[in-house]
């Protein structure tokens, strides 16, 4: 299966806390799967983590790197087609970080693992 993390289910997953469904929890476990990270999770990691708003166990520079090999996840960049797809959603979701994820999501036909109910309003499988 492939897959796109949101950022707190990135965040969930690396830190194990309790909050990651036994579902997600499976799916990112399995090296059978495609889990993909994008660069717009890490971009808000680095954000809140430099405003002091999210605490991690080291500097995102190397936590980040690190949990991408731990758990084999595939980096995704962001590309002129998600941008151009991002701007054309509905304004279900005011996150401008998750926007960008449900327009990847969209683009490359990925479901999000995520517990936001608010990505389930737009046309993109949520996985939790």
């Given at each position: 299966?492939?897959a ?5 289910t990135f965040?969930w997953?690396?830190?194990d ?5 036994s579902r ?9 799967n495609?889990?993909y990270?994008s660069?717009?999770s890490?971009w808000?990691?680095?954000i809140k983590h430099s405003r002091?708003?999210?605490?991690l166990?080291e ?5 980040i790197p690190?949990?991408?090999?731990v758990?084999?996840?595939r ?14 959603l509905?304004?279900?979701h ?7 994820l449900?327009?990847q999501a969209?683009?490359e036909g ?5 517990s ?9 499988e949520?996985?939790w």
């Amino acid at each position: 299966m492939r897959a796109l993390l949101d950022t707190h289910t990135f965040l969930w997953a690396a830190l194990d806390d309790r909050r990651l469904s036994s579902r997600a929890a499976d799916l990112v476990a399995d090296i059978g799967n495609e889990i993909y990270l994008s660069a717009v999770s890490v971009w808000e990691v680095a954000i809140k983590h430099s405003r002091g708003r999210l605490s991690l166990p080291e500097p995102p520079d190397s936590y980040i790197p690190s949990r991408i090999a731990v758990f084999g996840y595939r980096p995704l960049p962001v590309e002129v087609a998600h941008a151009l797809r991002a701007g054309r959603l509905p304004p279900h979701h005011r996150d401008p970080f998750d926007r960008m994820l449900v327009a990847q999501a969209q683009v490359e036909g990925l479901p999000i693992l995520t517990s936001d109910a608010n990505i389930g309003r737009y046309e993109v499988e949520v996985i939790w």
